[in-house]
C-alpha cells in the first residue's frame, strides 16, 4: 500500500504538470531565420503532449478512484478527509477524522477503500 499512498500523494503535481502539458502558447514567435517564424500547429501539439508513461497510469488510477468516489453520498466528507492526510498533510488519519467528524474506524475504512481503489485502477488485482 506504500506505493498506492505515494500515488496519491503526487497526484497533485501529476495534475498541474499534465495542466502545464496542455497549456497553449500564448506568445508569438519571432526569428531571424527564414521560415523560423510561421506558424505552429499548437492545437495539435497540446494534444499530443503528455505525461509519461508511468506517471499518466499513476494520475489515471487515482483520477478513476476520486471520480468513483465522487459518485458517492458522502463525497464531500471523503475527499476532504484525503485532501487532509495526503494533499495538504495537515494532519494524520485520525486528527483528520475528528476534524470530518467521524469515527477513527470509517476514517481507516474510508482510507483503505480508496488505497485498494487506486490499487485496482493501477493495475493491482489480489487474488482473493
Not at 519571432?30 to 508511468?54: C, K, N
Not at 468516489?69 to 477524522?97: N, T
Request: aromatic share 10%; proline share 4%.
Amino acid at each position: 500500500m506504500g506505493f498506492v499512498r505515494w500515488m496519491v500523494r503526487a497526484f497533485p503535481a501529476r495534475a498541474q504538470a499534465l495542466g502545464d502539458l496542455h497549456a497553449m502558447k500564448m506568445t508569438a514567435r519571432y526569428s531571424m531565420e527564414p521560415g523560423g517564424g510561421g506558424p505552429e500547429r499548437t492545437t495539435e501539439a497540446v494534444a499530443i503532449r503528455q505525461l509519461p508513461e508511468d506517471e499518466q497510469k499513476e494520475y489515471d488510477a487515482v483520477r478513476t478512484a476520486l471520480e468513483r468516489m465522487a459518485a458517492r453520498s458522502d463525497a464531500k466528507d471523503r475527499l476532504r478527509l484525503i485532501r487532509m492526510v495526503y494533499w495538504d498533510r495537515s494532519c494524520g488519519l485520525y486528527a483528520a477524522a475528528r476534524k470530518v467528524g467521524i469515527s477513527e474506524a470509517t476514517a481507516k475504512r474510508w482510507n483503505g477503500s480508496f488505497l485498494r481503489d487506486v490499487g485496482w485502477n493501477y493495475g493491482w488485482h489480489p487474488e482473493k
